[in-house]
């Protein structure tokens, strides 16, 4: 079993920096793959970014491609989402996921989930 508690959503100005942290526990061993999504309302959840415990591997959706940097620190069991140059757009739930398995750009890919924090950006 993992578990994910992220932390670091608030309210930022857009044009603003956040980071997000996701910290894990429980067997982190098992860890593949973990990953970032976000859920606006009315919408469906969808891939943010994602990157291999080992660091080998990382990827981004189109719409945070160069803004935003995901990192882990394995010694931390801990998984972060550095996101800079915030817009309105940007607003929504994240959530932090591992796959214990696969590589995964798809929600369906992953089997333990956090339960999100709100990130809000003001225009």
């Known amino acids: 079993q993992v578990q994910l508690v992220e932390s670091g959503g608030g309210l930022v100005q857009a044009g603003g920096p956040l980071r997000l942290s996701c910290a894990a526990s429980g067997r982190t061993l098992s860890i593949y793959t973990m990953g970032w999504f976000r859920q606006a309302p009315g919408k469906e959840r969808e891939f943010v970014a994602a990157?291999?415990?080992?660091?080998?591997?990382?990827d981004y959706s189109d719409s945070v491609k160069g803004r935003f940097t995901i990192s882990r620190d394995n010694a931390k069991n801990t998984v972060y989402l550095q996101m800079n140059s915030l817009k309105p757009e940007d607003t929504a739930v994240y959530y932090c996921?591992?796959?214990?398995?696969?590589?995964?750009?798809?929600?369906?890919?992953?089997?333990?989930w956090g339960q999100g924090t709100q990130v809000t950006v003001s225009s």
């Open positions: 990157i291999t415990r080992s660091g080998d591997s990382s």
């Open positions: 996921a591992v796959s214990t398995s696969v590589w995964s750009g798809s929600r369906y890919g992953y089997n333990y």
